[in-house]
């Protein structure tokens, strides 16, 4: 088993929701707003940081993710230059 962890910036969360579900992801939760700092910039969601994001967990089997993680960096190439999409996959030893 694997943890995605997703963060997204843009205005339509419902391109993240429809990849784990297209993919069976088998279950995800979405923390949003998100705020915080990185290499592309703040997202604070106040006038000087406009935006926020929207964070997805998911824990998957270890032979979706390869084909989840391709489809996300294909959606993350389709978005807008302002918007943002980042995963991190990690190691999980029980999901209980």
Request: aromatic share 6%.
């Given at each position: 088993?694997?943890t995605?962890l ?6 339509d969360?419902r ?11 088998g ?13 592309t ?6 006038r000087?940081?406009?935006g ?10 270890s032979?979706?993710?390869e ?13 807008a ?13 029980s999901?209980?």
């Amino acid at each position: 088993m694997k943890t995605l962890l997703i963060v997204y910036s843009g205005p339509d969360v419902r391109v993240v929701e429809r990849l784990l579900d297209e993919h069976e992801a088998g279950g995800y939760t979405e923390i949003g707003p998100a705020r915080g700092a990185g290499q592309t910039g703040r997202r604070e969601g106040t006038r000087a940081w406009p935006g926020a994001s929207t964070v997805f967990m998911s824990v998957v089997p270890s032979e979706q993710v390869e084909s989840l993680k391709s489809a996300l960096v294909a959606a993350r190439a389709s978005l807008a230059p302002s918007d943002r999409l980042h995963v991190v996959v990690l190691p999980t030893d029980s999901f209980i």
